[in-house]
């Protein structure tokens, strides 16, 4: 699983990114860093030698990019800091991509009967939309990590740098 790296955009642009995707925020109301991975599911239905239907199912990310405010580059610690918080969801994705053989796998094992019982169109749909939600239940993995104490932490290290600068950008009127 590879990511691509943006810190070109500020504490405006990496917020808009987080309100408008499933993801949650680093920081509650303002988004100082962000993670952005994409679904991606594969189903094809063939027949096995025996004639029996077989499902082949693949899944994975795409257009995985991992986005920190550009005004975090002030203060190397905090870049840091929600760097490496980043780079958590990136390994919260990893691991769900790992185990998603074995949990798609019993997933469809219980549905096999029903799915194939189906006719071709929407036999696949069915398949893909099963797929997708199963898959999208890492969010609530994610919701875990950034948890209140997760939060206080971010607030209080590199001098309170964090804090302080969004005051600072508050004042300056350049928040959200
Ligand atoms: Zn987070």
């Known amino acids: 699983m590879t990511h691509a790296e943006d810190d070109s955009g500020d504490v405006?642009?990496?917020t808009a990114l987080n309100r408008?995707?499933?993801?949650?925020?680093t920081q509650r109301s303002y988004g100082l860093?962000?993670?952005y991975a994409e679904s991606r599911?594969?189903?094809y239905w063939?027949?096995?030698?025996q004639g029996c239907p077989a499902l082949e199912l693949e899944v994975g990310y795409q257009k995985t990019t991992v986005h920190i405010a550009s005004e975090l580059k002030d203060s190397?610690?905090?870049y840091d800091h929600v760097h490496a918080h980043e780079m958590n969801h990136l390994a919260i994705y990893r691991k769900w991509l790992e185990e998603s053989p074995e949990r798609l796998g019993a997933v469809f094992k219980e549905r096999f009967a029903m799915l194939t019982a189906l006719d071709a169109p929407q036999r696949g749909?069915?398949?893909v939309r099963l797929a997708l939600q199963e898959f999208g239940k890492v969010r609530a993995q994610h919701d875990q990590f950034?948890?209140?104490?997760e939060y206080a932490a971010n607030q209080a290290v590199c001098e309170r740098f964090i804090p302080k600068m969004l005051d600072r950008l508050e004042k300056e009127g350049k928040l959200p």
């Open 146 to 149: 950034d948890s209140e104490e």
């Open 41 to 43: 599911v594969t189903a």
């Open 12 to 14: 405006r642009v990496v």
């Open 76 to 78: 190397p610690c905090a």
């Open 125 to 127: 749909q069915e398949t």
């Open 46 to 49: 063939r027949k096995d030698v």
């Open 33 to 35: 860093g962000s993670t």
């Open 20 to 25: 408008n995707s499933s993801l949650p925020l």
